[in-house]
Structures are given as structure tokens and as C-alpha cells.
């Protein structure tokens, strides 16, 4: 039967929860089952928490030397599995006590690649700085299979993905976004371009370490210089991505830097409600764009001025 290696990484979170219950459901996989975490240099006290997994069978625990970033680090992991099924999972994420292992093996056979999806918890929290992230999760993230099916390769999330290692190591996540955000968008887009099918189903992580609205939108902007290099260095997200369509679109009629500067004027007054208990998604969406305009103006957009 063939075997499944679970590959994590590891950065400044307790993941021995996440590999217990792991290794609770091995069995539901039909063959060999090993666990890899590779520990990101995260900080010492979280390194001491972890490094118990090391004593546990059929695990592997490393610490890398040095930060070497989101995508070169699950290159590292699929590079070390010796199985050939993958499954790639977040460290910031929860699983039902049984079914899940399960869930994966029953749907294999559908697709080289079976994205399971994730969930947030039903109440906002009560602290105010994760309102922002919550929201964001339940109302952008959590989707069931039937609605992401219908474009299987959009809005590529690695957080809870099953797929075939020779997938992964044909297709290996570009190491040169740095940074948070897009590595895993690049690889959907790879996918699509492959014409690899893939397959959405039910089976979904829950999401439950937020991280602060601060937190959140330093990634969202780091995330949104990643898909402006994306356009201009490899030329995608023009026809695939509404952010860039949006700002290129503005563009093109003229209109980037008048958008941009009414964009700059209500950037307090957008950050204000982001922070705020009831922060409207929409004032993020215009936010990104303003970023983005900022990555994509050209010397043409710019008003010369006159001899």
C-alpha cells in the first residue's frame, strides 16, 4: 500500500497536539504513515517544547539553522519524504480526533492533488485584535468543497493539501517570493498550467491560532508585494487574479494615480475600521489595491511634468 508522509512546518508554534492526534489517526491511512517537522528557527522556548517529538516513533523532528522562509521550507520537506503521497499541513491548525487520515485515503484516487479545506470556530473571539483575522477566515477561507470545486485551482491554499510527492517535486514552490503570501498561489497556478486535476473535498483543519489584526495586515501587504512580483517579473495574475485586473484596469484608463491618491486620503480612516470590533472586509479589498498600486506604478502613469 502506499505510504504517506505528513511533512509541517515548524515556526514559533506548539505542534506535539497536532502530531499526537496524527499519530493517533496513522492507522486509518492503509500503509506506512511517517510524520516530518522541520522547526523554522523559531524561538528557543518553543524549540525546547518541540523537541520531544524527536522520541516519538515514526516522527522526525530538525531544527534548521537559519529562517529560510515559507516556501523553501516545504520544498525541504517534501525532499526529505520518502513516501509517495504528501500531506502538507499548517502548524497554526487543529483536527477532529478521528475521520481525517481517513477522509484523505477514502479520496486519493479522485485527483493527484485533494485539497480538504479549512473552518474557523462559529463565535467571534472576545480579544479585539484577532476580530480582523477571524472575520477574514469565516467569511473568505472557509469554503465547503462544492463551492471551491467550481474553480479548483483559485485562491491555492498549502494549509491542509494532499498530493502526490512527484507533483510537489516537479512543481516546486518558488523560493523567491520572500516573505509572507503567494507561494502557494504560484503553485496553483502551476497546477492549472500542467492541467493537473484537482480534486476539492469535506475535510477540513480548523484554524485555531489568529494572529493580531497588526499581525495580519503586515502579511496581507507582504503578501501583496509577492503578487505584484509576480506580474512584473513572470507576468502573471493579469487574467487570474481581480486585484491585478483591478489595478491594471485603472491603468489603462488613466486612472491609477487618482485612485491611488483618494486611496492614500482614507488609508487612516480604512485602518481605523480594520482595528475597530467590527472590521467590513471591503476596506481591506480597497486597501490591497492601494498597495498594489503603489508595487505597479510605472514612470508612463505618472503626470509629466512640462519643459
Known sequence: MPGLSILIPVY????????QTLQAQAQEWDGP???????????????????????LAGVHYEELAHNIGRAAIRNRLAAQAQ????????????????GFLASYAAARDQAPVVVGGSTYEPFAPTQLP?????????????????????HPYASFNLKNV??????????????????????????????????????????PVLHNMLESAEVFLQKTHEGVRNLAWLYKHEGLGSKKTKLVRTALLLRRLGLAQATRFALRLREPHMLQN??????????????????????????????TKKP
Open 12 to 19: 514559533n508554534r506548539d505542534v506535539r497536539k497536532l502530531v
Open 33 to 55: 504513515v511517517e510524520i516530518i517537522c522541520l522547526d523554522d528557527e523559531s524561538e528557543e522556548d518553543i524549540r525546547a517544547l518541540n523537541r520531544s517529538l524527536a522520541d
Open 83 to 98: 513516501y509517495p503521497w504528501l500531506l502538507l499541513l499548517d502548524n497554526n491548525v487543529q483536527l477532529p480526533e478521528a
Open 130 to 150: 484577532f476580530i480582523l483575522r477571524w472575520c477574514y477566515g469565516r467569511m473568505r477561507e472557509a469554503r465547503p468543497g462544492i463551492i471551491r470545486k467550481k
Open 162 to 203: 494532499l498530493l502526490r510527492a512527484d507533483v510537489l517535486r516537479q512543481y516546486p514552490l518558488d523560493e523567491r517570493l520572500n516573505g509572507y503570501g503567494h507561494e502557494d498561489t504560484r503553485f496553483g497556478w502551476d497546477l492549472e498550467a500542467a492541467k493537473i486535476p484537482v480534486a476539492h473535498i469535506d475535510n
Open 274 to 303: 480594520l482595528l475597530s470590533p467590527t472590521p467590513k472586509l471591503g476596506k481591506l479589498d480597497k486597501l490591497k489595491l492601494y498597495w498594489l498600486l503603489n508595487e505597479l506604478v510605472l514612470p508612463t502613469d505618472k503626470q
